[in-house]
């Protein structure tokens, strides 16, 4: 009676559960590798895809699924960023400051930059939300919102930019530094491609970031000038459909410029499970500033493939080699501690070219732990841990006397219910858990359809009655 009275509750459980779980993970999915190491790989090979001709003076590709960098061109010249610096104030507004305080823009926010460089939306004394300043800093490059910000999260821009050097070495830029929030010419404000390159990755790991600078179109809370709120529409040509930049992969960005750096731009997209970034500084014109990065991601989504050296794993090759190391035990199963781990190679690169080498601990027990490392043209890219499960000698003085059934196993004799499998074992890895989780929800499903359709032949059994009893 109960779920027949709340069919449509549990039909709406259901449908809300389906529909949220893939939001969570697809949408604003971490970016990249986890430990955002940047390495690279490209003088190891003697063929590596020739790249192609920018006009920016400087520029890098960074394929962050693998940490890679797959092409570079004066990346650790510096160079002035303009407006591309915003990405490194709005991560650490984002970091310190709830969404909703309200920012107060001073004298100061406004009077304290370039008169050229002020958009005029803002008057002094207007209230803005954190939030809508953020929107406003990232899609429509507002000065005023960089510098309002920057008072409400450290005091005084001083102070902020204290934070901003701070920031930009924990994410690894070690030739960069920043003397504002919004990137108008300082002769000590510098970058290099290689740098922007970790800030703007290091920005893209907090989901908050990544929602706004994805963001198309938004309107702040009404101000003095704006009583319906200040539009603010994505500067960044290659997320409009309707602008010959467009391009389907970009998923957000920022871009930048001032006279002394030129056209800059920093854009990250993704392709199936390949996500790249690139940063181009000090490019002739805007025009040819989304050229090169196009160029870029072209080069990085067609010239190279992204291989999970996990999935890759010759399983006959593996195994032979932990049973080589075993001695008298017998190889039951075993199972690699990472499910993905990923390496950016060539497309004409041949997975079968990948070696996979085992080195087990020295041990006696039925668990033996040790390593798979994965090398290439001679060189080690990554080690993982592995363990393995192994079915140790039994000694049975008289077979014929014992009651345990004996089988012989690669030559040695071991009780029959102590045999491996010698593959991977299904059963010690967590895909149990994927497919419990979908058979329960599978169930539910099912339950619930069976309760809609019983209500409704209820329900019409119901009607019939009651048609009967008005023809009586």
């Known amino acids: ?33 986890d ?8 003088g190891d090979f003697t063929e590596w895809p020739e790249g192609p001709d920018l006009n ?74 954190v939030r809508d300043c953020l929107y406003l800093l990232l899609l429509k490059s507002n000065n005023e919102a960089a510098m309002a910000l920057a008072e409400h999260d450290a005091g005084t821009v001083e102070a902020f930019a204290a934070k901003m050097n701070a920031q930009a070495k ?41 929602m706004i600078d994805s963001t198309v179109n938004y309107r702040t809370a009404p101000v003095k000038y704006y009583e319906s709120g200040i539009p603010c529409g994505m500067l960044h040509g290659m997320f409009n459909s309707d602008l010959g930049e467009y391009y389907e992969y970009a998923v957000c960005g920022k871009t930048g410029h001032i006279r002394a750096a030129g056209y800059t731009l920093v854009t990250y997209a993704r392709k199936d499970e390949q996500e790249l970034l690139a940063v181009t500084l000090k490019a002739d014109s805007r025009v040819e500033s989304y050229k090169d990065t196009k160029a870029l991601f072209e080069y990085g989504f067609n010239e190279f493939r992204l291989v999970n050296l996990v999935a890759s794993i010759d399983d006959d090759s593996v195994s ?48 033996r732990t040790g390593s798979i490392s994965f090398g290439l043209n001679g060189k080690t890219y990554c080690t993982l841990g592995i363990k393995a499960n192994v079915i140790l000698p039994v000694a049975i003085a ?43 929800f599978i169930v539910i499903i099912l339950l619930t359809a069976i309760v809609i359709t019983y209500s409704k032949e209820r329900r019409r059994v119901r009607e019939v009655e009651r048609r009967r009893r008005m023809m009586r």
């Open 398 to 440: 008289d077979p014929a006397e014992s009651s345990i059934s004996v089988v012989s196993v690669d030559g040695r004799d071991l009780p029959s219910g102590l045999r491996g499998t010698l593959v991977k074992s299904f059963l010690n890895t967590d895909a149990w858990l994927i497919v419990i989780a979908l058979g329960f």
């Open 35 to 42: 430990d955002h190491t940047v390495v690279d790989i490209s």
């Open 170 to 210: 924990e994410f690894g830029a070690t030739d960069s530094h920043f003397t504002n929030p919004h990137g108008l010419y300082n002769e000590d404000h510098y970058v290099t491609a290689r740098d922007m390159a970790k800030i703007f990755w290091g920005c893209l790991q907090d989901n908050t970031f990544l």
């Open 320 to 367: 032979r080699q932990i049973s080589d190391q075993l001695g008298e035990a017998v190889l039951d199963d075993y199972k690699v501690d990472q499910f993905v781990q990923y390496l950016t190679l060539p497309e004409s690169t041949k997975l079968s070219d990948i070696k996979q080498t085992i080195d087990l601990v020295p041990g006696e027990g039925a668990l």
């Open 56 to 129: 920016s003076e400087a520029a890098l590709l960074l394929d962050v699924s693998s940490g890679e960098v797959l092409f570079q061109k004066n990346a650790d010249v510096k160079k002035y960023p303009a407006s591309i610096t915003k990405v490194l104030t709005a991560y650490i507004v984002i970091q310190d400051c709830d969404l909703n305080d309200t920012v107060t823009f001073s004298s100061n926010s406004i009077g304290g930059i370039e008169s050229d460089a002020v958009s005029g939306d803002i008057a002094v004394g207007d209230k803005l939300s």
């Open 1 to 33: 009676m109960y779920l027949k009275n709340h069919a449509k509750l549990w039909l709406g459980v259901v449908l809300c559960i389906l529909l949220c779980m893939p939001v969570s993970s697809i949408v604003f999915a971490a970016v990249g590798r």
